[in-house]
């Protein structure tokens, strides 16, 4: 082989892919050879392919021409050196014939060659079976390249005698790949932002949806296919877990709402407008709501409508209070009417007792204050009503000293109506005044006791009320009946749709009263 390479450039060894080329046709042209030493064999074909490739044997020139950078290797010899390299592999390595011949191809490899690549290429060759392999390789003037390796063993009967390698530079190639992989990566790595942006996004909503009470829906109107949030489920008094159909939807509509909500879901599509409306719906339990949907449709570029989405709210406990300050206004508004035709009764029948100025402007003020400390009561519940226990520690507060046991108040909880209430405190307010004046309240020792029961069996409901003073002067039926009496006496028996009597005794004044009490104590709630 050193011999070969002092002949001429048209006689030297071909090059890699002549010489692929080259052994192909020698092995086919020497076939039919039988019986020869296999080493001598061996020598004589080498020595063909050399002298065909200076010579006119088409086949063979064009190997030698070829722009395929071509090498072939003798596996008969030790470490299964390189034989022949054409032109196109010089140029490709930068490495000269004389340079390359009797290497093994490995010196071109790279410490960063691919391993596996590497080892599926050694693989294929101790099997002796074509193997494509791509490999880091580095030029004679130290720069790298991806070479592109195409491996195949050409066979005389079943003796292998050539390996036949075609090379291509793949690096622009490689580089593009490498591009795409990192532009790959890079667009996975956003894709994968833009997904934990997105979750995350969603789950923020939920969070807010579901802090705000909020239930999201939507209306498919192809095939008017309905999707609800849990939220929204819930809100039905439903199972969140469990579909919930348009159909099954609508039937929770009130019937008095569904034309309603009909035309302004209409309304709202027709016009390019948002939906917003409040209706109630009655859960499965029989349960009466209020819920406040708010939405907007969207159309296809052609403008036909195809979905119709929003969100709902339970505004049930809000619709209750806006009833309640209704009827909360109502009532005041009657309240104030009935407390200045109160006071204007306080004032005139007052006066009409004919009194000293100083006791006109005693009785009128404490009267007044009465009504006032009743007020108080009534409005620290609301005007919902109050219990008689606080009407008559309120009422009475005034005329007991501090530490005082003097007015003793027993009986079991009574919720009375705001109209009781004002009607008993005023009583009170009467009984105490006048026990301050003439009765137990005007010694040391006299003593009150009120109290008041349930009566037993009764239907309605009857209460039964006692004020007994003890201890006090002799008392003496009055003459005539002041506005105190009166008022007690038949003020009071009109609004307990009872009786309220008082009975002059001469150990001390005993007054009874009577009340109807309704079921449930009347409120103001709707």
């Known amino acids: 082989m050193t011999a070969d390479m002092d002949v001429p450039l048209a006689r030297r060894p071909p090059s890699t892919c002549e010489y692929e080329a080259s052994c192909a046709h020698a092995i086919e042209t020497s076939l039919g050879i039988q019986g020869l030493d296999m080493h001598r064999e061996h020598d004589r074909i080498v020595g063909e392919l050399a002298s065909k490739v200076g010579g006119a044997d088409p086949f063979a020139a064009a190997v030698r021409a070829s722009q395929i950078a071509m090498v072939i290797t003798d596996p008969v010899q030790p470490d299964n050196p390189i034989v022949f390299a054409n032109d196109a592999f010089c140029a490709l390595s930068g490495f000269s014939r004389e340079e390359t011949?009797?290497?093994?191809?490995?010196?071109?490899?790279?410490?960063?060659?691919?391993?596996?690549?590497?080892?599926?290429?050694?693989?294929?060759?101790?099997?002796?079976?074509?193997?494509?392999?791509?490999?880091?390789?580095?030029?004679?003037?130290?720069?790298?390249?991806?070479?592109?390796?195409?491996?195949?063993?050409?066979?005389q009967g079943e003796t292998l005698v050539f390996w036949v390698a075609s090379q291509f530079d793949a690096t622009s190639e490689q580089a593009r790949l490498d591009r795409l992989e990192t532009d790959r990566k890079a667009l996975e790595r956003e894709v994968e932002r833009r997904t934990r942006d997105l979750s995350e996004s969603e789950e923020r909503l939920r969070f807010v949806l579901k802090a705000g009470r909020l239930g999201s829906w939507s209306l498919d109107l192809a095939d008017m296919r309905f999707v609800a949030s849990e939220t929204f489920k819930i809100a039905l008094g439903l199972d969140p877990d469990l579909p919930l159909s348009r159909v099954d939807y609508e039937a929770f509509i009130?019937?008095?709402?569904?034309?309603?909500?009909?035309?302004?879901v209409a309304t709202c599509i027709a016009g390019h407008g948002d939906y917003d409306i409040e209706y109630r719906i009655v859960t499965p339990a029989g349960e009466v709501r209020w819920l406040k949907l708010r939405g907007k449709p969207f159309y296809c570029d052609d403008g036909v409508p195809f979905r119709l989405a929003g969100i709902a709210i339970d505004v049930t406990d809000r619709k209750h209070a806006e009833a309640h300050r209704a009827l909360l206004a109502n009532e005041l508004n009657h309240r104030v009417k009935n407390t200045l035709a109160t006071v204007q009764a306080i004032v005139v029948q007052t006066l009409r007792a004919n009194l000293s100025p100083d006791e006109t402007r005693d009785v009128i003020q404490g009267r007044i204050r009465s009504l006032a400390a009743a007020g108080d009561v009534l409005t620290r519940e609301s005007w919902d009503g109050a219990t008689l226990h606080e009407v008559a520690t309120t009422a009475l507060a005034p005329f007991r000293a501090e530490g005082e046991r003097r007015i003793k108040v027993r009986g079991p909880e009574v919720k009375l109506t705001p109209q009781l209430a004002l009607a008993f405190s005023m009583?009170?307010?009467?009984?105490?005044?006048?026990?301050?004046?003439?009765?137990?309240?005007?010694?040391?020792?006299?003593?009150?006791?009120?109290?008041?029961?349930?009566?037993?069996?009764?239907?309605?409901?009857?209460?039964?009320?006692?004020?007994?003073?003890?201890?006090?002067?002799?008392?003496?039926?009055?003459?005539?009946?002041?506005?105190?009496?009166?008022?007690?006496?038949?003020?009071?028996?009109?609004?307990?749709?009872?009786?309220?009597?008082?009975?002059?005794?001469?150990?001390?004044?005993?007054?009874?009263?009577?009340?109807?009490?309704?079921?449930?104590?009347?409120?103001?709630?709707?």
Not at 137 to 149: E, Q
Not at 254 to 264: C, L, Q, S, T, Y
């Open 101 to 155: 011949v009797g290497r093994n191809c490995r010196f071109l490899q790279e410490p960063d060659t691919d391993p596996i690549e590497v080892t599926r290429l050694r693989e294929a060759i101790d099997r002796r079976v074509p193997v494509e392999a791509q490999l880091l390789n580095r030029r004679k003037d130290g720069s790298l390249f991806w070479n592109r390796l195409f491996v195949s063993p050409v066979f």
């Open 254 to 264: 009130h019937p008095e709402d569904r034309v309603r909500r009909d035309e302004a």
């Open 427 to 526: 009583a009170f307010h009467e009984l105490a005044t006048n026990a301050s004046k003439y009765g137990a309240l005007t010694g040391e020792v006299g003593r009150i006791l009120l109290d008041w029961d349930i009566i037993a069996a009764s239907e309605p409901r009857t209460l039964r009320l006692t004020w007994q003073e003890f201890d006090g002067p002799p008392v003496c039926p009055p003459t005539r009946r002041g506005f105190g009496s009166r008022m007690i006496e038949r003020a009071l028996a009109d609004e307990l749709e009872g009786r309220a009597e008082i009975d002059y005794r001469p150990d001390g004044i005993v007054f009874t009263a009577e009340a109807r009490l309704p079921e449930a104590a009347p409120g103001l709630r709707a």
